[in-house]
């Protein structure tokens, strides 16, 4: 027994802390999990699960669109009762994610947690003490600084909303604003796009995101592109979105929607030790902060890998092998998936075909989607896929436009992450017929 407290103490209680903190206490390791919010964090609450409730009707919407004909009719979205659909889908989240971590004998402590030295932290005016913490604050919502800034809404706001306002100004090109743009405009809002520079969702191939763009401004989305979004004002029942000399528009609500910034004020990380730069908290090959006993986790952390779910989780299983003893190693992290939940999708995994066109040990083979019989039965008539192979024709990289993009481009994942050869390749059957299926077809 050490002489504090608790083994490990985690700050936060979401994907960075959760994965790996259930499994660490059913070691027998005395844990605890301090959350101020929702158990389960951002993802769950107001994120992945919440988002991706909310996008199904569109998928049904878009699919129903395609196979007019031999379906009649068109789908129209019913906006309070999904956003009830929504709530009652993820209500029980929190609960399921705590009574888990109980289960595993971990200790749960609601409030907000400040560390006041490495050791030692402070919730509602108790303290406890810990051999080791995992600091996994997560992050929040930017807010423009700009006049009127508080007439903006964020991503919760928006996944709330008992009615769908006529009027939707769009702060941002990322993943937020292109798959929150593409819910409104489905459910019937008149949707603007203000964005930064000239290119919406930097990081993905680009003629994938103009093609989606362009499907947007055909089904009403307008795209104002190098817009200098400098004020927000109240105009009589509307707002207005001042973005350039005499440029401005009307409209009836806000979605600030330019970027997450780390939740790193005031949980005494100074007190503790802990470097930060305005990105997250530094830390090294270990996951382990300047403070030596004191590791972080998710996206709290400066890094370059994605701040999404697939790392979070990754980062804090691989922690709770590194704090269980089983492993000494560095973490070593696989290709990070991603996807922009647009319609169609766009899904992404390791070598980028940009990357790979300045490299003569690397192949890219381009598919057009609609020529895949399997896509053809529900109608699919856009989408491209290109692969990426390197010279001994192991994949190495696949990014895809598709309204199936993200299970194609999953099921592609152990290929990629293990270096599978041909023989690897041809020892998987796959169901037959699936989205699996039709994508090993491509690579094998
Ligand atoms: C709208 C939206 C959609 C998203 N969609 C996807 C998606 O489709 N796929 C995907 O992979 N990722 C998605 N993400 C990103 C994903 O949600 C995050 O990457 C993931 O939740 C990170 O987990 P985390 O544990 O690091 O942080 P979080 O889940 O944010 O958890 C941090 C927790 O710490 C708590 N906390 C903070 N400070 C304290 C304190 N001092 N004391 C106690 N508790 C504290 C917070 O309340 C919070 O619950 C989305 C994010 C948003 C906002
Ligand atoms: N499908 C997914 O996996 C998913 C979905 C939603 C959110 N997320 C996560 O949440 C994070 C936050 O999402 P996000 O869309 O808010 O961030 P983002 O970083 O994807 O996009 C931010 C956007 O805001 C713009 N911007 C920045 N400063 C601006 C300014 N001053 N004026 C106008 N525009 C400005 C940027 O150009 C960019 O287009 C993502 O990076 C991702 O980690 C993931």
């Not at 769908?164 to 292109?178: D, E, S, W």
């Not at 899904?347 to 940009?354: H, I, L, Q, R």
Request: charged share 20%; proline share 5%.
């Amino acid at each position: 027994m050490t002489k504090y407290d608790f083994d490990v103490i985690y700050l936060g209680g979401g994907h960075g802390s959760f994965d790996g903190a259930g499994p660490l206490a059913a070691t027998g390791q005395k844990v605890a999990v301090i959350e101020s919010g929702l158990w389960g964090g951002t993802c769950p609450n107001r994120g992945c699960n919440a988002k991706i409730t909310l996008d199904r009707p569109v998928i049904l919407q878009r699919e129903a669109e395609r196979m007019q004909g031999l379906v009649d009719g068109a789908i129209t979205i019913n906006w309070p009762a999904l956003v009830a659909h929504k709530q009652e889908v993820i209500r029980p989240l929190p609960d399921n994610i705590a009574g888990k971590l109980q289960h595993n004998g971990a200790t749960l402590i609601e409030g907000h947690g400040v560390l006041q030295d490495a050791h030692t932290v402070t919730v509602a005016g108790k303290t406890y003490t810990a051999d080791k913490f995992v600091i996994a604050t997560g992050l929040r919502p930017h807010h423009l600084a700009i006049p009127g800034s508080e007439f903006g809404h964020d991503s919760t706001d928006f996944m709330a909303l008992s009615e769908l306002p006529k009027r939707i100004g769009i702060v941002g090109a990322g993943y937020i604003a292109m798959e929150f743009a593409t819910v409104a405009n489905a459910a019937g809002g008149e949707v603007t796009v203000f964005m930064h520079g000239k290119q919406a969702l930097r990081g993905f191939h680009q003629p994938f995101v103009e093609a989606v763009i362009k499907d947007l401004t055909k089904r009403g989305v307008t795209f104002i592109r190098t817009a200098n979004v400098n004020a927000f004002e109240k105009d009589a029942d509307s707002y207005v979105i001042d973005y350039g000399d005499d440029a401005a528009q009307n409209v009836d609500w806000i979605l600030d929607a330019t970027g997450r910034i780390p939740n790193i004020e005031g949980i005494g990380l100074e007190a503790a030790g802990v470097a930060t730069t305005p990105h997250g908290i530094t830390v090294n090959d270990h996951l382990q902060t300047t403070a030596p006993n004191i590791y972080a986790s998710g996206d709290v952390i400066d890094k370059v890998q994605p701040k999404l779910t697939p790392t979070a989780t990754f980062e804090s299983y691989y922690l709770y092998q590194l704090l269980a003893g089983q492993t000494t190693a560095a973490i070593d992290y696989p290709a990070i998936p991603s996807t922009v939940y647009t319609s169609p999708r766009i899904a992404k995994v390791g070598v980028t075909p940009e990357a790979a066109a300045s490299s003569d040990e690397l192949t890219v083979v381009h598919n057009h989607i609609p020529d895949d019989w399997y896509r053809q039965i529900d109608m699919e008539q856009a989408g491209d896929q290109l692969l990426v192979f390197d010279s001994g024709h192991h994949l190495v990289g696949a990014t895809e436009m598709s309204e199936q993009a993200e299970d194609a481009i999953n099921t592609l994942l152990p290929a990629v992450a293990f270096h599978y050869d041909q023989a690897d390749m041809w020892r998987l059957a796959h169901i037959f017929p699936s989205i699996s299926a039709s994508a090993w077809h491509k690579i094998r």
